[in-house]
């Protein structure tokens, strides 16, 4: 095998294409149902794929670009061909038997190099249907993750919006906050009644209307003498 067939063949086993195989591989809904951050694991996911994706346009570049130059290499070895035979026939022509063969020699040598180049550039272009393939199931495993990133978003920020909901009404410090409302609705409660039995005035004792009927007798003797003696002033 030659150094550029080496070549392709670890382009085809290499990190880029095992990578696009296990993300063309890849289950997007088993992935996140695995995820503890769903929105973080698809973040990753989309990450890698952009990656991948450049990974692969640029290999594809380079083979293009590899492909190109072994055609020009063809190019010139067919030339190259041209030209020995072109001179075995002239060494012939002065029966230069001995510079023909050597000359023809040459034209194979250039014919074996430009076969050979042919192989790798087959290979090439089977390497480049491989990228374009790939390429075109990257980009819909792209999409895919995008409208799914965008979906989990939306979804993610709802549960947080319900949730806080949640939290206000359920939540221990809403309930921590309604019972000391409780207890000072108690406290409140407490100093009402305690105001309304200070102004209570409840039945009288008997004793107690006797010193009052006591009391009343002693108001009016005194009365009566202030009249008198006022009476008697005023004779």
């Not at 067919?78 to 001995?98: F, H, V």
């Not at 406290?187 to 309304?196: Q, Y």
């Amino acid at each position: 095998m030659t150094s550029g067939s080496t070549q392709l063949a670890t382009w085809f086993n290499g990190p880029v294409f095992s990578r696009a195989r296990d993300i063309f591989a890849a289950n997007m809904t088993e992935l996140l149902d695995r995820a503890e951050d769903p929105a973080r694991m698809i973040r990753m996911i989309i990450l890698e794929m952009e990656e991948t994706l450049v990974e692969l346009r640029s290999s594809a570049a380079r083979s293009i670009a590899d492909a190109k130059e072994m055609k020009r290499a063809v190019g010139r070895l067919e030339e190259l061909q041209i030209g020995w035979n072109d001179k075995a026939e002239l060494a012939l022509s002065k029966d230069r038997e001995d510079l023909a063969k050597q000359a023809l020699v040459e034209k194979q040598k250039a014919a074996e190099m430009a076969d050979g180049l042919r192989s790798e550039m087959e290979q090439i272009e089977q390497v480049l249907r491989s990228y374009e393939v790939d390429i075109t199931k990257l980009q819909t495993k792209l999409r895919e993750a995008r409208a799914r990133q965008n979906a989990i978003a939306a979804r993610i920020e709802s549960a947080v919006a319900r949730a806080k909901a949640r939290e206000v009404m359920h939540g221990s410090r809403t309930l921590d906050a309604f019972a000391k409302f409780e207890v000072l609705e108690r406290h409140a409660d407490f100093a009402e009644g305690r105001a309304e039995a200070l102004g209570m005035t409840g039945p009288k004792s008997l004793e107690e209307e006797i010193a009052e009927l006591r009391a009343a007798e002693k108001v009016d003797a005194d009365l009566e003498a202030m009249k008198a003696a006022i009476a008697a002033r005023t004779k």
